[in-house]
């Protein structure tokens, strides 16, 4: 559960190679998963992202300006 992420000492990691999902706390086991991998895999701190998640923003983001449509050249 996103409420466990939060109670624990240890960052919750997130490893997969886009067939396979490990979820981890030990940083020896995640060196191990990445040095055993046949291919590219991609990590991510859960722990961090759910921090993200919790924080109050600093400021509203703003809102992009719209760029102007150009018009298509025919050729004649």
Do not use: W
Not at 1 to 13: A, I, K, P, W
Not at 27 to 41: S, V, W
Not at 49 to 69: C, F, I, M, Y
């Amino acid at each position: 559960r996103l409420s466990d992420v939060f109670t624990r000492d240890s960052d919750l990691h997130l490893l997969t190679d886009g067939k396979s999902i490990y979820l981890e706390v030990r940083h020896e086991r995640i060196i191990d998963i990445l040095k055993n991998a046949r291919q590219p895999m991609f990590l991510v701190c859960v722990t961090d992202q759910a921090r993200r998640l919790r924080a109050v923003p600093k400021k509203p983001p703003r809102a992009e300006a719209a760029l102007p449509l150009r018009k298509a050249r025919t050729g004649g």
